[in-house]
């Protein structure tokens, strides 16, 4: 059972909140929720790591091919163990050295 439920000013939630967990603490203000409402959209996430372009079709270019890509270097790590989530990442950067040719370049550094 949680300690606090922070919702957003919408009136019907203290009401549905007296009515299913009256015990529970209610919090209703305009910024509370707003880690819980944006932390989890996949797009969110994007453009906090694409920050830096200069227009919004830019943007959404690269959006569009990098949507494809990222899960590939994404795994749900939440699911595996240390020594699995390297086998795995190892397994998949050998992938993506096969499929771009990258294994044959040498490197710069």
Known sequence: MPRVIVTDKLRSYGAAHRQVMPSVEHRSHKGLNNRAEN????????????KGFRSVGAAQRFL??????????????????????RAEMALRFAIWDQITGAAGRPTTA
């Open 39 to 50: 932390s989890h959209q996949p797009t969110r996430q994007r453009e906090r790591a694409m």
């Open 64 to 85: 569009s091919a990098f949507r494809g890509i990222s899960p590939h270097f994404r795994p749900r790590r939440h699911l595996m163990t240390v020594s699995g989530h």
